[in-house]
């Protein structure tokens, strides 16, 4: 099964994370009954253990792999031994989505009045630390404050599940991903020993995801970074990492600072165009206006842009994403979550900057 495929059909699921996960909201698609029945049976089987079996090769390999990289074989198999299998996030998979959320329905469920309230008062508790880390980054505060409000609430909703044991499940009760939540396993048990964290006690998302930002552990270990320059980092509980590993993230993804991130756009009634299934700059604005859509951007032509379907209830809506749409992409790949970090930062900075004196 392709991976983008899974993220589809991950939407609803991880909803709940994000309303509730980078992490994750997708646009589903129903899974197919091979893979329903395969993790069913998986599932059942896991809820039958309280411990991973240490001797199955797969895993002893695991260990032998992350020995080659510098851990203490005790210490492994001690965590690894700890780990307790998650038949529920096995079921979860394997459960079809429920439904596919409309742009509008999408919308509506991020830009609540409370998560707009919520993000206004963290941007007024931390304005001069956003102002700090917007201009040393390059990244605008409104996008640093939305992206957060996005994935957990402000940091309110970070998950439930204990990260190794949903890493461990999935790495190694879940053949279609079993590579890539390894990598990520093998990645959480090098953070927590370069940050000195405690790896049976951390909890994220039921796909391993952790802290204010649903960071996998790759990203967390690649574009987290201390605010205040210590050797730690802190995605939990400390606001200066947590906005300036955001902004560290969009800047090294390839912000252009002053840039606009969409425009709106307008195609004649008796006109439809079929936008991409994905993200890609493969079109020019002269090439989309060339075929009929009217775009909201004083932009020139040859700049590269991506058509975005955005139905409302009563029509079809189309926007066009540039490259800044795109970096925003690159932490979910959905462009319903970038449309709605998007359209979360902009109400939040219009709504602050009608208050007195900001």
Do not use: C
């Not at 912000?255 to 756009?265: K, N, R, S």
């Amino acid at each position: 099964m392709q991976r983008a495929t899974i993220r589809r059909w991950l939407l609803v699921l991880a909803l709940g994370a994000a309303a509730g996960t980078a992490a994750a909201a997708r646009t589903p698609a129903a899974v197919p009954a091979a893979v329903r029945a395969a993790f069913s049976s998986a599932g059942a089987e896991s809820a039958e253990r309280t411990h991973f079996d240490l001797s199955r090769p797969e895993i002893r390999s695991f260990i032998d792999q992350l020995v080659a990289q510098g851990l203490d074989r005790d210490r492994v198999t001690a965590l690894l031994g700890a780990a307790e299998p998650q038949p529920r996030i096995l079921d979860a998979i394997a459960r079809p989505a429920e439904k596919t959320l409309q742009w509008w329905e999408y919308r509506a469920h991020m830009l609540t009045p409370a998560r707009l309230e919520a993000g206004a008062s963290l941007w007024r508790e931390h304005k001069e630390l956003l102002d700090q880390i917007a201009t040393e980054y390059e990244v605008p505060p409104e996008y640093l404050v939305a992206i957060v409000g996005v994935e957990t609430q402000y940091g309110r909703v970070t998950g439930r599940y204990r990260v190794i044991d949903a890493l461990a499940t999935l790495a190694f009760d879940y053949p279609p991903r079993a590579g890539y939540f390894r990598k990520e396993l093998a990645e959480f048990l090098l953070l927590a020993r370069e940050d000195n964290l405690d790896a049976l006690s951390i909890r994220g998302s039921y796909a391993g995801a952790m802290g204010a930002l649903q960071f996998m552990p790759s990203s967390y270990r690649r574009f987290a970074v201390s605010e205040a320059r210590s050797p730690h980092r802190d995605l939990w509980g400390d606001w200066g990492d947590i906005f300036a590993s955001t902004a560290n993230y969009l800047h090294r993804s390839g912000w252009q600072y002053g840039a606009p991130v969409l425009a709106e756009a307008q195609l004649p009634a008796n006109q439809s165009l079929t936008p991409p299934d994905h993200v890609v700059l493969n079109e020019t604005l002269g090439a989309l206006r060339q075929r009929g859509l009217v775009v909201s951007s004083s932009l020139p032509d040859d700049t590269p842009a991506v058509l975005l379907a955005a139905p409302q209830p009563e029509a079809m809506g189309y926007r066009v994403g540039f490259q800044n749409f795109h970096v925003i992409t690159r932490y979910n790949s959905s462009p319903l979550y970038a449309m709605a970090v998007h359209d979360l930062a902009q109400t939040l900075r219009l709504q602050i900057e009608r208050e007195p004196g900001f």
